[in-house]
């Protein structure tokens, strides 16, 4: 079974940081877009960042453009968010996601999920 497992949430004053973690077992790793989703109290969720296989190229949402980064390490099947310069608007529950056979943005093309990590930012 493909298992995505998140970790690294948790509450965080405005300004700073923090660093999202997700291990995938279960699936060629190496084989996978993997993306991060966000949904915040409210609101619908929506893509944050995505990383290609290989890990050359990432995409962003414009909301956390300059501020987040996404990474992947094949070696350990693992996948990062760093967020920084963090504020209010970021509290959500983040969501690792993993996409078989090509990249893409769009929540509803992604195989596999996370359970989520909750991410609180306060003022």
């Known amino acids: 079974q493909v298992q995505l497992v998140e970790s690294g949430g948790g509450l965080v004053e405005a300004g700073g940081s923090q660093r999202l973690s997700c291990v995938a077992s279960?699936?060629?790793?190496?084989?996978?877009?993997m993306g991060w989703f966000r949904q915040a109290p409210g609101k619908e969720r929506e893509f944050v960042a995505a990383?290609?296989?290989?890990?050359?190229?990432?995409f962003y949402a414009d909301s956390v453009k300059g501020r987040f980064t996404i990474s992947r390490d094949n070696a350990k099947n693992t996948v990062y968010l760093q967020m920084n310069s963090l504020n209010p608007l970021d509290t959500a529950v983040y969501y690792c996601?993993?996409?078989?056979?090509?990249?893409?943005?769009?929540?509803?093309?992604?195989?596999?999920w996370g359970q989520g990590t909750q991410v609180t930012v306060s003022s």
């Open positions: 996601a993993a996409k078989r056979r090509g990249y893409s943005i769009r929540m509803g093309e992604y195989d596999y």
């Open positions: 279960g699936l060629t790793f190496s084989s996978v877009l």
């Open positions: 990383v290609s296989m290989s890990g050359q190229s990432t």
